[in-house]
């Protein structure tokens, strides 16, 4: 069982960067959410990012560990603990498995193309969600959740 740590956003982003060397650096507000395996491992990280007044930019690395509880409790955070009213990832157009998994699996909808996003002719691939079409969280009540 994999469980969603919040609060240790240091440790959470220094594990990241050592999976990503070459990601992308975080601007404004943001959130380290880790997932830690039955070990107590470290094995995975969810980014927040505020990009706007009600937007989020959500970043995904896992060794495994991102199970479906763990895609809701992420999306009741976005959506209802944050208040976003949209929630984006951008991937490069050579990652075959978020490209699959983005619009298939997590329900995000392609927005467009983002033109040299990781620099001179590495084009980025942008996704949107938005509470009203996340299929993750329960329309029929209070998504709020406390930290």
Same mark, same amino acid.
Not at 31 to 54: E, F, P
């Given at each position: 069982?994999?469980?969603?740590?919040?609060?240790?956003?240091?440790?959470?982003?220094?594990?990241?960067?050592?999976?990503?060397?070459?990601?992308?650096?975080?601007?404004?507000?943001?959130?380290?959410?880790?997932?830690?395996?039955?070990?107590?491992?470290?094995?995975?990280?969810?980014? $927040? +990012?505020?990009?706007?007044?009600?937007? =989020? /930019?959500?970043?995904?690395?896992? #060794?495994? &560990?991102?199970? @479906?509880?763990?895609?809701?409790?992420?999306?009741?955070?976005?959506?209802?603990?944050?208040?976003?009213?949209?929630?984006? $990832? +951008?991937?490069?157009?050579?990652?075959? =498995? /978020?490209?699959?998994?983005?619009? #298939?699996? &997590?329900?995000? @909808?392609?927005?467009?193309?983002?033109?040299?996003?990781?620099?001179?002719?590495?084009?980025?691939?942008?996704?949107?969600?938005?509470?009203?079409?996340?299929?993750?969280?329960?329309?029929?009540?209070?998504?709020?959740?406390?930290?």
């Amino acid at each position: 069982m994999t469980v969603l740590i919040y609060g240790h956003d240091d440790q959470v982003m220094q594990w990241l960067a050592m999976q990503e060397p070459d990601g992308a650096i975080p601007i404004g507000r943001q959130w380290a959410l880790g997932m830690v395996d039955d070990y107590g491992r470290l094995g995975g990280a969810i980014t $927040i +990012v505020q990009t706007s007044a009600a937007g =989020v /930019m959500l970043g995904i690395e896992s #060794n495994g &560990l991102l199970t @479906r509880q763990v895609i809701r409790d992420v999306f009741a955070f976005v959506f209802g603990h944050l208040g976003a009213s949209r929630c984006e $990832i +951008v991937t490069k157009r050579t990652n075959k =498995v /978020m490209k699959k998994h983005a619009p #298939n699996l &997590l329900g995000f @909808r392609f927005e467009g193309v983002r033109r040299d996003y990781y620099g001179p002719g590495d084009d980025g691939l942008a996704f949107v969600m938005q509470p009203q079409t996340c299929k993750w969280i329960d329309h029929g009540k209070s998504v709020r959740i406390s930290a």
